[in-house]
């Protein structure tokens, strides 16, 4: 069974930088595509970033610029490096994995922007 185990939310000022991980385990497959999703309180689930194990990446507008999305394909992991967060940024971000068609999400870590 596929586990998906997030890490590094937490509180930070405007402008700040946070670093997401996120780990994908129980599968002898690879997760063709990996990344990143947000729902911030009353809103929909949205998506921030993607990159498939080559490593072509799609992002967010709204993250262009200040948001990096890496993966590590031997350790089926992958990173979100945020930069010049904005209050607009607070949501609880999820990891996403997806092999064969499937996708499975993490728990969610809560990322919180505010003075």
């Known amino acids: 069974q596929v586990q998906v185990v997030e890490s590094g939310g937490g509180l930070v000022q405007p402008g700040g930088s946070l670093r997401l991980s996120c780990a994908a385990s129980g599968s002898r497959f690879i997760f063709y595509v990996m990344g990143w999703y947000r729902q911030a309180p009353g809103k929909q689930r949205e998506l921030v970033a993607t990159?498939?194990?080559?490593?072509?990446?799609n992002y967010a507008d709204s993250v262009k610029g200040r948001f990096t999305v890496s993966r590590d394909n031997p350790k089926n992991t992958v990173y979100l490096q945020m930069n010049s967060l904005k209050p607009e940024d607070t949501a609880v971000y999820y990891c996403y994995a997806e092999q064969l068609g499937v996708g499975s999400w993490g728990q969610g870590t809560q990322v919180t922007v505010s003075s």
């Open positions: 990159i498939t194990n080559g490593g072509s990446t």
